[in-house]
T-cell receptor, first 112, second 115 residues
Framework: NAGVMQNPRHLVRRRGQEARLRCSPM?????VYWYRQLPEEGLKFMVY????????ESGMPKERFSAEFPKEGPSILRIQQVVRGDSAAYFC??????????FGPGTRLTVT | KQEVTQIPAALSVPEGENLVLNCSFT??????LQWFRQDPGKGLTSLLL?????REQTSGRLNASLDKSSGRSTLYIAASQPGDSATYLC??????????????FGKGITLSVRP
C-alpha cells in the first residue's frame, strides 16, 4: 500500500503566478487534510476535505487559496497570485475512519 | 482554542542516554495524541498514536504516555542513538472526524544525539 503521495516535491513560482499542489491519499482513505509549515513556525492546519466536500476550511487564508478533493483524482491545493509570504512547506495527510493521520513528503514552495 | 506546547525547543544529549520529551496541551477533551518525527527537509513520520482512553503506547525503544486530565504526554526514548537526531512533534485532535479532527501541533523539540 503506497503512502500518501504529493507532487511536485519542489515548486518555484514567481510572484503573481499560480501554484497547484497535488495530494493522492493512501488507498482506502477518504479524509484529506492540508497543513502548512512556515519557516521557524510549527505546522498549521489549513483545510479538511472528504470526497467532493470541504468539511473545515477554518485555517485557510480568506483570499487566493482554495482546495478541492474531486470524486476522481487527487486533492488539489491552489494558490493564486502567490506572494513571497506563501513560501513554505505544504503537507497533506490522509486518514481512514480511525483518526490516525498519515503524512506525505510535502511540497516545498518557493516564491521568487 | 487548543494550544500545544513543547519545551525545550532543543535538546542535546550524549549517545546512550535515556531521555524524555514533554508535550502539554490546554484542552483535555482530546480524541487522540500523535508523536511524529521530522528529519530536516523531510515529511513527518508517525511514531506513536495514543487514543484518549489509553495511558501509553510502546514501539521498540519508544514509549509514549498520556495523562489526559493534566494535559500532558511524554515520549520516552531509551538508549538514544545518533540516528535519533531529528525534530519530534506532538499533535492532538479532538475528534476522529468532522471539524475537530484536525491536528493541533506543538512547535517541536529538535533533538541532537552526540556520538
Amino acid at each position: 500500500n503506497a503512502g500518501v503521495m504529493q507532487n511536485p516535491r519542489h515548486l518555484v513560482r514567481r510572484r503573481g503566478q499560480e501554484a497547484r499542489l497535488r495530494c493522492s491519499p493512501m488507498k482506502g482513505h477518504s479524509h484529506v487534510y492540508w497543513y502548512r509549515q512556515l519557516p521557524e513556525e510549527g505546522l498549521k492546519f489549513m483545510v479538511y476535505l472528504q470526497k467532493e466536500n470541504i468539511i473545515d476550511e477554518s485555517g485557510m487564508p480568506k483570499e487566493r487559496f482554495s482546495a478541492e478533493f474531486p470524486k476522481e483524482g487527487p486533492s488539489i491545493l491552489r494558490i493564486q497570485q502567490v506572494v513571497r509570504g506563501d513560501s513554505a512547506a505544504y503537507f497533506c495527510a490522509s486518514s481512514p475512519r480511525t483518526g490516525e493521520q498519515y503524512f506525505g513528503p510535502g511540497t516545498r514552495l518557493t516564491v521568487t | 482554542k487548543q494550544e500545544v506546547t513543547q519545551i525545550p525547543a532543543a535538546l542535546s544529549v550524549p549517545e546512550g542516554e535515556n531521555l524524555v520529551l514533554n508535550c502539554s496541551f490546554t484542552d483535555s477533551a482530546i480524541y487522540n495524541l500523535q508523536w511524529f518525527r521530522q528529519d530536516p527537509g523531510k515529511g513527518l513520520t508517525s511514531l506513536l498514536l495514543i487514543q484518549s482512553s489509553q495511558r501509553e503506547q510502546t514501539s521498540g525503544r519508544l514509549n509514549a504516555s498520556l495523562d489526559k486530565s493534566s494535559g500532558r504526554s511524554t515520549l520516552y526514548i531509551a538508549a538514544s542513538q545518533p540516528g535519533d537526531s531529528a525534530t519530534y512533534l506532538c499533535a492532538v485532535s479532538e475528534d476522529w472526524t468532522g471539524a475537530n479532527s484536525k491536528l493541533t501541533f506543538g512547535k517541536g523539540i529538535t533533538l541532537s544525539v552526540r556520538p
